[in-house]
């Protein structure tokens, strides 16, 4: 896969480059500011992009902004996102269009589970950070998902962090066929269709949390 990766912590930069590399990864190109970011995937075309969401120059929402703009060019990019903090405002406008990632910086720890996530977003899935995912399912007074059970919660937490059926049993330690169920429990309760594609599920699951979560 070759990677751009946006990121101003020189730091971090070079460690994540390390990282990516090591698993096999090329690294298309580097950028430390959101301007340039956006000139260097635009000339490299690379299968994905890793965007620090607080870049130069204002360091607010630089690289969001930037995310967007490249998502408006090439809606076949795969974007991350990363963040220091918590920010869930920019995650619902990417994710309903796919190639779509929102992980915290902690994550990339993880290393199994960052690469696992940056496959997935490259392959035109879906990849949010548990926290995040968590920020939208949190239960509100008059919402439907407090008819989900507990265990619907976790399952619904799961597909909206990109995992399949598969991974959500395993991660569970339940079989495919239970979780096939819970699935379909979720999305009759939440009045969702089930569809073949396992991303555009997530993705109208996100969807319909979008229009209720807090920006």
């Known amino acids: 896969m070759r990677i751009v990766i946006g990121e101003d912590s020189a730091l971090f930069r070079e460690g994540l480059a390390s990282l990516l590399a090591d698993a096999g990864h090329e690294i298309a190109g580097k950028a430390s500011d959101a301007t340039s970011l956006v000139e260097v995937v635009l000339a490299e075309r690379p299968d994905l992009a890793i965007i620090d969401i607080r870049m130069p120059p204002d360091r607010t929402d630089d690289g969001a902004r ?57 392959s035109g899935g879906s990849a949010l950070d548990p926290e995040v995912v968590a920020g939208l399912v949190s239960p509100r007074r008059n919402d439907p998902l407090a008819a989900l059970t507990l265990r619907e919660r976790d399952v619904l937490a799961l597909m909206a962090e990109g995992r399949t059926n598969r991974g959500i049993a395993r991660r569970l330690c339940l079989t495919d066929r239970t979780i096939e169920t819970h699935v379909g429990s979720v999305l009759a309760k939440l009045g969702l269709a089930e569809t073949d594609e396992d991303h555009r599920r997530v993705l109208a699951v996100l969807a319909w949390l979008g229009e209720r979560s807090p920006t």
């Open 66 to 122: 930037a995310a967007r703009r490249l998502r408006d060019l090439d809606p076949q990019l795969g974007i991350v996102l990363l963040s220091q903090h918590l920010e869930t405002r920019h995650s619902i406008a990417l994710v309903a269009r796919g190639y779509f990632g929102y992980l915290l910086k902690d994550r990339v720890f993880d290393v199994d589970d960052f690469l696992d996530a940056l496959r997935r977003v490259a």
